[in-house]
């Protein structure tokens, strides 16, 4: 009797869990696993959506590695992403060690306001705005720099100045996000060691560089390989601010990708693109978890 | 001595009030974006070039947003199809996340494992890669330039299932236990038992996938042209192609309402979505 009842419940729970799976399974099966074993397989075509598919091996590959446009578009991607990555990890840093003191609840909920607003509003959004505070003749940065008597600059008119006025928009939105983690980093570096390494007489720099920084390296290498996953998929500050120009000089993987796909019609080197871009985040993926692995170890 | 360690407490204090004085200064710069939009957003239309900028509103008519509500893009419909895909979104994922969170957490059954295995890669994939083929597949059944088709692709998420799975199996089991012992279905402990346990996490994935369902725009970029289909986000350029001719406030006005939902949510409940969003980023 007790045994019948004991497999009747692990059928149940069988059923049961099946039952509960399969919605988000289904969903994620359809949307996400046999898409990108499609992407895969059309990379290795030459698709046209009237006559189908030709299997052309790795020719897209061929192209993209072969040609000098695809390849500028390649290294402005990851120049991007090396700055971006930069400046928000370590603006992220030093407004962190700035937060983290006392202060009353007011003006830590101000900060957090501040800082953290940017992050959640969609670059979609305030990149126009952007565009207007970059405009060269009527924007307002140009204005309070002709205030100051300081000449105007091309913000996104020049190939020169264009990537480091997406970067300073990017780190303006971002690096709020980082802070955030960093302090609650902070905030788990034990009191005691500090005030015992200042009584001793350690400068702050030697309790910074000696005890936080080995403390919150987990969390700072978490929020680099965080932020270079971001920042390789870049897209929509790009093509609000500069639509990849001037030429080619802020155009980013993944704009390149839409431009083939949706405006060349070329699926199937779009897929190759794509596929170029699944690998960079994978290679960035599995150094991390390389990393964090050894980083715990340590 | 004791006069010595008074002098290096005040000088801390200084030099704690010289950060945060920068730290203030930092953060109004931070904000002027979002001050100067929506001080634009009142300025007259007219006024819209002239400097120097303004950061607080010169007046508070709302001319500007009626010029929105009247213009050739329809806004209105815009909006509401943003509403539309962010709220089906979000509860389409409450329930599949936590359903599968459930079983994943909570029973035994054969595959468990590497169903969930395979589960975790998604987190992997970035939107770039899936989109294509779901672009191929949505002009067959006719779901381009529809927002139902950016509701469906968004109805489930790795990110939603393994975040309340990590949650459910940090909460006690002895509850559930109990339950099942006096008889009760999987269904009956889900729903009494498991479902209240998880309601921090569903608040902050509710906040996270609305947020993202609202400032989505590399997937409806591609998916839609229509006007009559579009979301907010995508529909920035429009609004900027249509309206700066020197209507520059009229734009800002659109972006004001466009930000306003999440700008809310932010000012009322700005822990648990910096909670919310942190956690999206701590998900390994």
Known sequence: MAKRRLSDLRKAQMRAGYLFVVPSFVLYALFVLVPVAITIVLSFTYYDISFGADWVWFENYQRFFGESRSITIFWNTLRFAFFAVTGNVLVGLLLALALNRAMPGWLLYFFRLAFFLPVIISAAFVAVVWSYFYAVDFGVINYYLNVLGLPAVPWLTSSKVAMTSIVIMDVWKNTGFFMIILVAALQGVPQPIMDAASMDGASPWRRFSRITLPYISPVLFFCIVFATIGALQVFESITILTGGGPGDSTRSLSIYLVDEAFGSFELGYAAAVSVVMMLLVLIVTIIQLVGSRRLVEA | ?284
Do not use: H
């Open chain 2, 1 to 284: 001595m004791q006069t010595r360690s008074m002098q290096t407490k005040r000088a801390a204090r200084n030099v704690d009030i010289a950060i945060i004085a920068v730290l203030t200064v930092m953060g109004v710069l931070m904000l002027m974006p979002f001050l100067w939009l929506f001080s634009m957003s009142f300025r007259p239309a007219a006024e819209a070039y002239k400097m120097p900028p303004s950061f607080l509103p010169p007046t508070l008519d709302l001319s500007n947003y009626q010029t929105v509500l009247n213009s050739a893009v329809p806004f209105l419909k815009i909006y509401w199809n943003s509403l539309y895909v962010a709220v089906l979104v979000t509860i389409g994922q409450l329930v599949t996340c936590t359903l599968a969170a459930f079983a994943y957490a909570r029973l035994r059954f054969p595959g468990r494992d590497s169903l969930f295995f395979v589960m975790l890669i998604g987190l992997m994939f970035p939107a770039q890669v899936t989109i294509l083929p779901i672009y191929l597949g949505y002009a067959k059944v006719g779901l381009l330039n529809n927002p139902l088709g950016l509701v469906l692709m968004g109805l489930t998420s790795s990110f939603g299932v393994f975040m309340l799975r990590q949650f459910l199996r940090s909460q006690p089991k002895e509850l559930e236990e109990a339950a099942l012992m006096d008889g009760a279905g999987y269904f009956k402990i889900f729903w009494r038992i498991s479902l209240p346990q998880l309601r921090p996490a569903l608040a902050a994935l509710a906040i996270i996938t609305f947020t993202g369902a609202w400032n989505s725009y590399f997937q409806p970029r591609a998916l839609i042209e229509s006007q009559q289909a579009m979301t907010l986000p995508i529909a920035m350029d429009l609004l900027r192609g249509y309206m700066s001719q020197g209507n520059l406030s009229v734009v800002m006005a659109a972006m004001s309402m466009s930000i306003l939902p999440v700008v809310l949510l932010f000012l009322v409940a700005q822990k648990m979505v910096i909670q919310g969003v942190t956690f999206s980023g701590i998900r390994n």
